[in-house]
């Protein structure tokens, strides 16, 4: 498998079951290319920099976050 990203930022907002649309939008309209959309709430980045950035413009929003690097393991599976 190839891995695109080094870094995964994934968010939630206590209380909700979905992030609204806008924020989306805001999220494709700041990092363009550099984030990934992976699924509801989790994005991938290639550099430290933009997750860290991401993270920060997420916890704007009132979103508890958590910032993960990526590591290859060939030894599982």
């Known amino acids: 498998m190839r891995r695109d990203f080094e870094y995964l930022v994934m968010g939630d907002k206590p209380g909700t079951n979905s992030a609204p649309g806008r924020s989306y939008n805001k999220i494709r309209k700041k990092f363009g290319d550099e984030v990934r959309f992976i699924q509801h709430s989790v994005y991938g ?20 976050v958590l910032v993960f690097r990526v590591v290859e393991d060939f030894n599982v599976g």
Do not use: M, P, R
């Open 45 to 64: 980045t290639e550099t430290f920099e933009s997750a860290e950035s991401l993270a920060e413009l997420a916890k704007h929003h009132g979103l508890n």
